[in-house]
């Protein structure tokens, strides 16, 4: 499961990108109760997402010619090497290695794929400050057209490990940074028209209600919610931006 240890290869961090932050911010406190915490004077752009006084995620500008959505970061304790990885594996540097002040050191990359993911060094801050409860991350999930490839590719960059879980007629890997314990996310094939890239899954105490509610500030619907017997009721949205997002009850 998640958990704030922050092993290598374990997801840390992970932020929105949105053309309004503004509005973006207050669809996400008004679905998950989060508070609003500017940057700063050295990220007056980026805002810290709070509950109960811990950082749950973050948001910031969408890049020029970029799309609104979530990244997802991932621990390394060496991100230029992680970085050499990347390429000798097939991805791509998107963003190269650099000092976030003395918070830690982070890169922007795509696997061979083409789902964008960073890359995490911490300095003074290891990651988020709590996962697993409602309005938290609780689990991470890639969404793309070669599944093997990319279990090949993440497993020689961040050193996971997979368990196939048969879903239906698809094949789900579960991956992990070492054991049945580590078990953070999955990798799924796309279907459809489904946009390639990695999706994160926010605890709900009702997912229902938590879908009533962000259709009612902007959100929409993309899968609506159903129950997988062992995993929870699960259903994916868009903020008002296009950002893509999971909704989870856990069982």
Do not use: C
């Not at 459809?192 to 209600?209: C, I, K, L, N, Q």
């Amino acid at each position: 499961m998640l958990t704030t240890s922050f092993v290598p290869g374990s997801p840390n961090w992970l932020d929105v990108s949105s053309p309004d932050t503004a509005a973006t911010t207050r669809f996400y406190t008004g679905l998950f109760g989060w508070r609003e915490v500017p940057g700063g004077p050295d990220a007056p752009e980026y805002v810290f997402y709070h509950l109960d006084g811990r950082t749950v995620a973050a948001g910031g500008p969408v890049a020029e010619g970029g799309t609104p959505s979530w990244t997802m970061y991932f621990t390394t304790s060496d991100v230029d090497a992680s970085a050499k990885a990347v390429t000798q594996a097939g991805g791509a540097i998107l963003t190269e290695p650099y000092d976030v002040l003395t918070a830690g050191r982070m890169g922007l990359f795509a696997d061979p794929g083409g789902a964008p993911f960073a890359l995490w060094q911490p300095g003074d801050v290891p990651g988020v400050g709590v996962v697993n409860e409602a309005g938290t991350l609780r689990w991470v999930e890639l969404h793309t057209a070669d599944t093997g490839g990319a279990r090949s590719f993440y497993q020689s960059v961040l050193g996971w490990t997979y368990q196939d879980m048969p879903i239906g007629d698809v094949i789900y890997a579960v991956a992990s940074t070492g054991g049945e314990d580590d078990m953070f996310g999955g990798i799924t094939p796309v279907e459809g028209g489904e946009a390639v890239g990695w999706r994160p899954y926010f605890e709900s105490p009702d997912t229902d209600a938590t879908v009533a509610k962000a259709v009612e500030l902007g959100g929409t619907v993309v899968s609506p919610a159903q129950s997988m017997p062992g995993i929870g009721r699960l259903a994916t949205l868009t903020d008002p931006h296009g950002a893509l997002f999971s909704i989870m009850t856990s069982e």
